[in-house]
């Protein structure tokens, strides 16, 4: 599994476009990129995941670089609710390795 | 109804105690985790079972320990409480997914309070 960075923190105004970074530099080629988040006091939730090309779900978008040593993940208009700590994992096994997260603030 | 659902979702014990959390799911999964989260840290792997008879030490085991009662029921034992296991506890479960492609799905959490 490779090693995630994340920026701390990352602030936001509602409506807007939001992309969340993550760099995995040491990313091997059967490992897969998730995101998950979690709203205070819940636990996580899963976003989305890819392994190579971009995703698309009904809660966001997942740009992967061409390389596969960072992602993006979008949240096309962002919403007070979509205030949470984001985290993005890279693995390939049976488990996720969380870090710290970035924690998204959304303000009106 | 939650598809995965924690037992109790708060609790305050003392040192030395023995306690149990319960993780319970009605997604028929044959996977399920059990993670701790301190405050400001991310979740750190306990305990993971892939099946009934399968289970297998996760990155933070030692205090802990685990029985997988059923196919759907999961439950984390602290044979005897220290305050440093004052933390979150989130249970989740998963499909076996292909490789690493797979969505695992977390109950809402029991606060363990160690005095």
């Known amino acids: 599994d490779a090693k995630t960075t994340q920026p701390n923190s990352m602030e936001s105004n509602e409506e807007e476009p939001v992309h969340l970074p993550c760099n995995h530099s040491?990313?091997?080629?059967?490992?897969?990129i998730h995101w998950y988040r979690q709203l205070p006091s819940q636990g996580p939730e899963y976003v989305i995941h890819?392994?190579?090309s971009n995703v698309n779900n009904r809660m966001a978008s997942l740009a992967i670089a061409e390389d596969r040593k960072s992602s993006t993940l979008i949240l096309h208009r962002a919403t007070l609710r979509d205030a949470a700590v984001y985290y993005c994992?890279?693995?390939?096994?049976?488990?996720?390795?969380f870090g710290k997260g970035t924690s998204l603030l959304v303000t009106p | 109804d939650a598809d995965v659902t924690q037992t109790p979702r708060n609790r305050i014990t003392k040192t030395g105690k023995r306690i149990m959390l319960e993780c319970s799911q009605t997604?028929?999964?044959?996977?399920m985790y059990w993670y701790r989260q301190d405050p400001g840290l991310g979740l750190r792997l306990i305990y993971y079972?892939?099946?009934?008879?399968?289970?297998n030490k996760g990155e933070i085991s030692d205090g802990y320990s685990v029985s997988r009662q059923a196919q759907a029921k999961f439950s984390l034992s602290l044979e005897s409480a220290i305050p440093n296991q004052t933390a979150l506890y989130f249970c989740?479960?998963?499909?076996?997914?292909?490789?690493?492609?797979?969505?695992?799905?977390f109950g809402p959490g029991t606060r363990l309070t160690v005095l």
């Open positions: 989740a479960t998963s499909d076996p997914g292909g490789g690493g492609a797979y969505e695992q799905f």
């Open positions: 040491t990313i091997s080629g059967t490992d897969y």
């Open positions: 890819g392994l190579t």
């Open positions: 994992i890279s693995n390939s096994g049976y488990a996720l390795n």
């Open positions: 997604k028929g999964h044959d996977r």
């Open positions: 079972s892939f099946d009934v008879k399968d289970i």
